[in-house]
């Protein structure tokens, strides 16, 4: 490939423009790496068109870079994850679904889960303590005693807990594969 061809100049001046929130160094490397990989591929006997077309759009290969990069920082945590998830969310109608329900389950379920077994507890203790009008806070099982429903109470609390960080490492795993899918359409 000759760097002076206009397609594939232009294609790269995108793909460095949606690299913008990487440091300048790391975003020279990158757009090195895929300029080698379409000089690659044009030696192998691909038209330009051909391998642009494998690349996919540049602002979406742009941020499968970002999100790898955000994952790579360090020590993983919950805000990284979070703006990978953001990243990644924009790749397509099924990421706009699957990255929100996950994140609200890993998120939601073991907060609930803690405050069901809190509500349980104090039910148990004082059983008018959480009985508002018509509903009740808590496990309620009618005509059974006050042991049994605490048992149950506690362990459909434990079960919402282990589904809500089971959907926090799927969410993990989803994004992890989804870049893996982006990088590897290219290579």
């Excluded at 294609?11 to 990989?37: C, M």
């Excluded at 979406?60 to 703006?83: F, H, V």
């Excluded at 809190?118 to 018509?134: H, T």
Aim: charged share 20%; net charge positive; glycine share 10%.
């Amino acid at each position: 490939m000759s760097e002076r061809n206009p397609m594939a100049e232009r294609y790269l001046s995108q793909f460095r423009a949606s690299l913008k929130r990487l440091p300048e160094a790391e975003r020279g490397e990158i757009v090195d790496e895929i300029r080698n990989h379409i000089a690659e591929a044009m030696n192998a006997g691909g038209s330009l068109a051909e391998v642009l077309e494998r690349l996919g759009p540049a602002d979406r290969l742009a941020r499968a870079y970002m999100a790898e990069a955000l994952l790579s920082q360090g020590e993983p945590n919950l805000s990284r994850w979070l703006k990978a998830a953001g990243v990644l969310a924009g790749f397509s109608l099924s990421s706009l679904f699957v990255i929100p329900v996950l994140g609200v389950f890993g998120l939601v379920l073991p907060f609930a889960s803690v405050l069901g077994v809190i509500a349980n507890i104090v039910q148990f203790i004082y059983p008018a303590a959480l009985d508002f009008g018509s509903g009740r806070i808590g496990t309620y099982i009618p005509g059974a005693d006050p042991v049994t429903t605490l048992v149950v109470g506690l362990a459909l609390d434990v079960l919402l807990c282990f589904i809500g960080i089971g959907a926090f490492r799927l969410l993990k795993v989803y994004i992890r594969l989804s870049i893996k899918t982006l990088r590897n359409a290219w290579s």
